[in-house]
């Protein structure tokens, strides 16, 4: 007994070319395995275009035997990569139990068809598109954000302070940006490196005392001796770095998660 299932037909906007490469490009977000996704392109690639019209029933009906050897796999692992895209909801079996499969086309239209049908994957085209869509911003929000990191290291290299390429190297030691793969560890390291530039920026680019034109050289005197010897005594002002609290515990390292895990235990620090 074959199960006619037609479905509501591929978006205007998007054709089975198109579908093939959103399936490929969300392949890690559907959690498919690389044998699943080469089981629906080459069955997308063995129906019809009109087969994804509306209305219309999309399916193959290869047999296992046939399949196996197309893959180069065996029957059983076919049966397991088909079992593993009924439960990803992208397709169905139309065929009774122990049944054989089988379908008939008449002037290129499926009229009946007991074996895979597509209706399922059909259906979720835009959401493949919206998933695709959304990977491919994630991705360029990592490029941008590890240009921005490599930028970072390379202003921080320019500021010739071996301090402050330290304290850069600390934050990320492999200095390898690619290596990072959440986006919110890179926003962190991000800024780590934003505060580490500003603060040896700023240490750099404290002004200096420039010297006094000979116009103004007078007598030295008893009282300007003075002046002078208690301008001397009196200590610089160290510069004051804006060190961000991201910055500081990247710094601080491990031993200072060790003092918080004792000081959260009452424990005194070591």
Not at 166 to 183: M, S
Not at 234 to 248: F, G, Q, V
Request: charge should be positive; glycine fraction near 6%; include cysteine.
């Amino acid at each position: 007994m074959s199960v006619r299932l037609a479905h509501g037909g591929l978006p205007s906007d998007i054709t089975p070319y198109q579908l093939k490469r959103f399936l490929r490009r969300a392949r890690v977000s559907l959690g498919l395995s690389k044998g699943a996704i080469e089981y629906l392109v080459f069955a997308i690639d063995n129906c019809q275009a009109s087969d994804f019209a509306q209305d219309r029933i999309c399916a193959i009906w290869h047999s296992l035997e046939r399949l196996a050897q197309t893959f180069g796999l065996s029957k059983r692992q076919v049966g397991r990569i088909e079992a593993e895209l009924v439960g990803a909801g992208l397709i169905r079996r139309t065929y009774p139990e122990r049944k054989s499969r089988y379908g008939d086309r008449d002037n290129g239209v499926i009229k009946r068809a007991a074996g895979i049908n597509l209706a399922p994957l059909i259906e979720q085209a835009e959401y493949l598109r919206l998933l695709v869509s959304r990977q491919i911003q994630n991705d360029e929000d990592h490029k941008r954000l590890r240009e921005h990191i490599q930028g970072l290291f390379r202003q921080i290299r320019a500021l010739a302070n071996a301090n402050a390429d330290e304290a850069a190297t600390n934050i990320l030691p492999r200095r390898r940006p690619t290596e990072l793969t959440d986006i919110a560890k890179m926003q962190e390291v991000a800024e780590s490196l934003e505060a580490v530039l500003s603060d040896f920026s700023t240490d750099c680019g404290q002004p200096k005392m420039s010297d006094g034109s000979d116009e103004n050289v007078r007598l030295n005197t008893n009282k300007e001796k003075k002046t002078k010897t208690s301008m001397a005594e009196k200590p610089m002002e160290e510069p004051r770095l804006d060190t961000s609290p991201t910055h500081a515990r990247l710094q601080a390292g491990p031993k200072l998660d060790a003092y918080n895990d004792q000081n959260a235990c009452g424990g005194p620090p070591h």
